[in-house]
């Protein structure tokens, strides 16, 4: 069955939130220009990486229902960021996962918790998700005020591919909060 993009876009009260697909490599591409953005992601994203992901979200919404979404502004139009859910392995276990990432300059309006409340409501109220998690690098207390804000709880540290704290590069083995949260 051919997964039907329009039913899974969602509204919130600013954004309208579409599943990532391959007409959005361009933005999603933009998004990681910005330093403040790409310092969170292994440094600025080519348009390889940009069309990569775009393929692995598009792909998942076909075969699993669920993935990211990209944001843009309700009334203008203006790209927001990206986020939501989407299933993934953490900690040795498929879990449901809730993320985001939005354009700098938009930072500090709640967007990105707008973005995990709707992830929340899709996870609990469509897809009987009875936990959602959310990781993040030890030291992202940006992202760590978001999961905090959504209600989300500190459950404990976990070990993955991602930044060590002052240091340049993508580690193997990095300390990473576990947030999690029940139905
Ligand atoms: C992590 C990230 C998405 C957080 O963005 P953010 O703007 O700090 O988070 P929110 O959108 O929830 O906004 C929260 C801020 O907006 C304020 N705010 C304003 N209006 C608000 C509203 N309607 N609702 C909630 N918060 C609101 C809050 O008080 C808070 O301000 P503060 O940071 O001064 O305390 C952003 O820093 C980012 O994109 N980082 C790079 C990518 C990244 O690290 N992603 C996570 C990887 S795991």
Known sequence: MVFDRAAGVRLTERARLVPIGLEHVEDLWCLHQDDAVAQWHGGRWT???ARGYAERSSTAWETEGVHKWIAYDRVN???IGRG???HAEIDGQR????GWTVSAPLWGRGYATEIGQAGLALG?????????????????RRS???????GMCYSREILAEGLLEGQAGIHENAPFALYTIRR
């Open 47 to 49: 348009r390889d990486q």
């Open 77 to 79: 139009g203006g790209l």
């Open 84 to 86: 939501g859910l989407s």
């Open 95 to 98: 879990r449901f996962e809730l």
């Open 124 to 140: 609990f109220n469509e897809l009987n998700a009875t936990e959602i998690v959310a990781i993040t690098e030890r030291h992202n």
């Open 144 to 150: 760590r005020a978001v999961m905090e804000r959504l």
